[in-house]
């Protein structure tokens, strides 16, 4: 008879105990299988009346930059954007872009009216190479090593603190060559 309470009531605390733990992780952590991996092989043209593309080559002429995946329909894209016209002003890393499965128009519009911080943007409109850099939203950014590695994902809007914590201190040690 008391097994029949005991069964519940440990189903119910391993249940509670799950939930605990899963509420303490950070969904903005999500691993990426292509740390530390060559960036996939791709060759973007560009967003309309913004040449030029972007494709793998670019990403492994011995400099550290930043890839960022974004849309003209994404909301959290243009709260970030102010960040990286900011950053693209400082030249302290060459920031990328790769816009996701967006009309062409769309892009090139969204550009012309919040600005391009962007030195090369690849339009990628079917979604594939965002498929083979393991998105899974936009918008995320990536840092990318001198030799062409992603070294580090983030995923969500970049903010200036996220920039000043996490991504130009990782950018400063791959420039420093450590």
């Known amino acids: ?5 005991i069964i519940p009531f440990v189903l ?3 249940l509670a105990v799950a939930l605990y733990v899963g509420l303490q992780l950070k969904p903005r952590d999500i691993p990426s299988a292509l740390i530390d991996k060559p960036v996939p092989t ?3 043209g560009p967003v309309k009346n913004y040449s030029p593309g972007l494709k793998t080559a670019n ?3 011995g400099e550290v ?3 960022n995946i974004f849309a003209s329909w994404c909301g959290p894209c243009r709260v970030e954007h102010p960040v990286f016209m900011a950053l693209s002003k400082t030249g302290e890393v060459t920031l990328h872009g790769i816009n996701y499965k967006d009309d062409p128009d769309n892009a090139s519009n969204w550009l012309a009216r919040y600005g391009n911080p962007y030195e090369r943007t690849g339009a990628d409109r079917n979604g594939r190479v965002g498929i083979d850099w393991g998105v899974y939203g936009v918008p995320e950014t990536f840092v990318i090593d001198q030799s062409g590695r992603i070294r580090y994902k983030h995923v969500g ?18 420039k420093a060559g450590k």
């Open 65 to 67: 930059s930043l890839v």
């Open 1 to 5: 008879m008391r097994l029949g309470y």
């Open 42 to 44: 791709f060759d973007l």
């Open 12 to 14: 119910f605390l391993a």
């Open 157 to 174: 809007v970049m903010t200036q603190d996220i920039l000043d914590k996490n991504i130009l201190p990782l950018v400063r040690q791959l």
């Open 59 to 61: 990403l492994q002429e």
